[in-house]
């Protein structure tokens, strides 16, 4: 046991996906060419008014309901007060004492199996600043304002996280809903997702928390680990040495794997914030909170737990397929396009549309084949080249015995490749199983005739060699034979 | 043209007996007759005469609305499209803006002439006209004394007989005060029921644009063109406007007027007071009821007022830092010399000032004290004015405490210039709608009868203000000539 505890909090900063900005009607698109997309009230130009921008109100209700939160019928809009040359009113409107979303809290899988209840303290709707181009010109900073403006949800976190796995856990559960939500694009190279780090340490088994630090905007999730875990042991560190922590912004240095205080301006800390005037308090009522939750889709922790209980799937291929909205929506599709067969398995009465079985096969599809088709072809499951319902067609003539499942594969490839749904390939290939016991018969007796001393020694007691007269009956049939039926036949033949 | 009101020069006009090109070059050669009063900073001739020629079509074609072909001038704290406008600012000397302001687009709909743009304190701070970066405006009456403020320019070229209307804005009475020191009627309408899309921010929660006429009917006539929903404002109220024009025939037979002990308090020139109660005499003989009343915290009004003000003016005028747009200093060596030169050498004095009381009120350790009691106070405040008007229709007392005073008198000592501000702040800070009605003189200067109304009762004020109006001939006094 280490005799000190970490103790981390995140401050996440989730871009919603609205088309235009928060307080005005210029589009959120990113990648235009600079100051573009910055209408006048993005500029701040004298005279200029926000306008709340409803639909990204809807999407922090939706948030907000996803963690079980407190949504505040009245949120208040503050100024956050500070100069800088990306922040064009010198201020940014954003929510401080009264925001829109509080007290949730968000179930976070640990690898370990544990789960852990994360308490999300708030999270509250602001604008975003623009980008300040240092490298663009020489000896001048360009300023982009396109990004100004666009609507932001933060999430922060009670500092109840106690490792940087925990904390990337957490991140990447967060990550996961938002998109899932349909709420924010989740990219973390453009920067709409982006996490700042408070990171303390405490001798383990004490209450008062250490003084913090703070590190900012880390953009990818292992940046973010690497990062906390650096400045855990920094922290350490320095205390074991007498030293004391210093309350300050730092920056994680991927090059060099450490962080660095960022300079430190001493007003910094005051942001003078108060109520916006001119922005009345922002309502949400009770019908635009039901309209939300009515729109509001299974969540991913609900759906993993159905599909373990339910579905019986193993909680690995559960936590991977709800790992991401899309993958999952693809594996729903899947299930819905099969025909509900109830000798398949369909408990009687039950909910159960699709059997056991049935599902673990569409997981090992899903997880195995077509992701590793998507990976090789770089593709979102979104864009998958087989859709769900060619796929379920495909799979129910595996259970038709139609085909194996190890032809299904290739007709799987083959459909990939653009030759046609599952029967165009099946046929045009000539690849329908050979379910005809007499033709499996003449197989298997030309396979005996050939290998007269495996059969003598099959009969002498080494039973391995029937898998010797299988595959050798597959090769003869081009791997056509009825698996179950060759078996069977084989066993048979070999007996008499 | 100089002593024809608006519903006059509407009457020639339809009659033929004058163009609106005619009567725009007319106010254009008086601006330019005036032009030791300082009361405008741009002329826009072009835009005029264009404006006036479609205003003429209009009228041609019959079927204009009430102001076409009216001349006026713009208080240059709205943004007007292609034409500089800088708030009284060296900040925004050379801005242009790209858009026009909610009022702007109102009265360009109505067909009305804009000349120009009116002088005025620098981005609304004063009630002086001192603290303008284009020069103090002249007091038509006395070019020796000030116009009052903040829309100085706007008061003056309406006394002057320029225009027959201004536009105006008013945070803590910006428009009723210089109406009372240039003896002009000006209304101050209730908070949210004028677009504030494209006036400058002075401090937003106070804010409001209104108008500056001869007489309480031109002032309806302005007001029915500029009040109504926006949704490009957040704090615009989505109510329909009433008819204000039809309401001025509702007379004063059974009004009650609350007149208030503290705006008569010590401080009060006693030939204002006795000219203002003169005037609610003379209301009283037309069937209203005088009613003694208190508003017992009407003192927190200046501290809460001067708290909440600069603090929002301190966050409003931020964007102003060189880097955009605006005033920008030759030559900086650093991000923090860009902010602090621009800023220095771009603001004046009384805006540099309230920056600083703004950003200490809302500094952390000082928020509590200063910022939150203000506000507090401003729902007392607020909450005494509803008392009120539970017993009274309206209520009433002088604008200001005194006549106009001259200039530099007050510009070295601001806490006295700030106290004379006493009786208009508290309707700003309780988003009440005021009107400010000549009274007749003291000294042979103009002073202002206020009455105060309850939320959007705006129509109420006109009218009171239309049959004071009609049975006296205060509001027809002009500098010059006297009664």
Partial sequence: MSAWQPVIGLEIH??????????????????????????????????????????????????????????????IFARKNYFYPDLPKGYQISQYELPIVSAGTLPVRLDDGRTLEVEIQRAHLEEDAGKSLHDAFHAATGIDLNRAGTPLLEIVSAPVLHSAAEAVAYLRTVHTLVRWLGICDGNMQEGSFRCDANVSVRRAGTDKLGTRTEIKNVNSFRFVEKAIEYEIERQIRALENGEAIVQETRLYD?????????????????????????????????????????????????????????????????????????????????LAALPSEPKLGARSGGEVQVGRDQAKQCANWVLGELAAALNGAALPIEQSRVSASALAALLTRVREGVISGKIAKDVFAAMWAGEGDADT????????????????????????????????????GNDKLLQFFVGQTMKRTRGQANPQQLNALLVEKLKS | MRTSSVAQLAQDLRARQVAATELAQAALN??????????????????????????????????????????????????????????????????????DAAVVERLHGAHAVPIGKANMDEFAMGSSNENSAFGPVRNPWDAARVPG????????????????????????????QPAAFCGVTGLKPTYGRVSRWGMIAYASSLDCAGVLARNAQDCAHVFA????????????????????????????????????????????????????????????????????????????????????????????????DGVRYGHRCADPKSLEDLYTRSRSEGFGAEVQRRILVGTYALSAGYYDAYYLRAQRARRVIADDFAQAFKHVDLIAGPTAPTVA?????????????????????????????????PAGLSQGLPVGLQLIAPAFAEARLLAAGHQLQQSTDFHTYTPGAAA
């Fill in chain 1, 14 to 75: 989730a871009q919603l996906s609205t088309h235009s900005k928060l307080f005005s009607g210029a589009s959120t698109a990113y990648g235009a060419e600079p100051n573009t997309q910055a209408s006048a009230v993005d500029v701040a130009l004298p005279g200029t008014l926000p306008v709340p921008n409803r639909a990204a109100l809807g999407k922090a209700i939706a948030f907000g309901l996803a963690i079980d939160a407190r949504i505040a019928p009245h949120s």
């Fill in chain 1, 254 to 334: 991927a090059a060099h794997h450490r962080t660095r205080p960022m300079r430190s301006k001493e007003d910094a800390d005051d942001y003078r914030y108060f109520p916006d005037p001119d922005l009345p308090p922002l309502s949400v009522s009770a019908d635009d909170i039901a309209a939300v939750r009515a729109q509001l889709p299974e969540l991913p922790e609900a759906r993993r737990a159905r599909y373990v209980a339910a579905l019986g799937l193993p909680d690995a291929d559960a936590t991977q397929l709800c790992g991401d909205r899309a993958t999952t929506d693809y594996f729903e599709a899947l």
């Fill in chain 1, 425 to 460: 390939v099946i046929a045009a290939r000539g690849l329908k199983q050979i379910s005809d016991s007499g033709a499996l018969a003449t197989a298997i007796d030309a396979v005996l005739a050939e290998f007269p001393k495996q059969v003598a020694d099959y009969r002498g």
């Fill in chain 2, 30 to 99: 008086a601006a330019q007759d005036n032009a030791e009063l300082n009361a405008f900073i741009s002329l826009d001739a072009a835009g005029a005469l264009e404006r006036a020629r479609t205003a003429d079509a209009a009228l041609a074609a019959g079927a204009a609305p009430a102001l076409a072909g009216i001349p006026f001038v713009h208080k240059d704290i709205f943004c007007t499209n292609g034409l500089r406008t800088t708030c009284g600012s060296r900040m925004l000397q050379e801005f242009v803006p790209p858009y």
């Fill in chain 2, 149 to 176: 403020g903040s829309s100085g320019g706007s008061a003056a070229a309406v006394a002057a007989g320029i225009v027959p209307f201004a536009t105006g804005t008013d945070t803590g009475g910006s428009i009723r």
């Fill in chain 2, 225 to 320: 063109a500029i009040a109504g929903h926006d949704a490009r404002d957040a704090t615009s109220v989505p109510r329909a406007a009433d008819d204000y024009v039809g309401a001025l025939s509702t007379t004063l037979k059974g009004i009650r007027i609350g007149v208030a002990r503290e705006y008569f308090a010590a401080g009060v020139e006693d030939g204002v007071g006795a000219a203002v109660r003169a005037a609610l005499r003379e209301m009283e003989k037309l069937g209203a009821t005088l009613v003694e009343i208190s508003l017992p915290h009407a003192s927190l009004a200046i501290p809460a007022y001067y708290v909440i003000a600069p603090a929002e003016a301190s966050s409003n005028l931020a964007r102003y």
């Fill in chain 2, 405 to 437: 005073f001259r200039l530099g008198e007050k510009s070295a000592d601001p806490l006295a210039m700030y106290a004379a501000d006493v009786n208009t702040v508290a309707v700003n800070l309780a988003g009440l709608p005021a009107i400010s009605l």
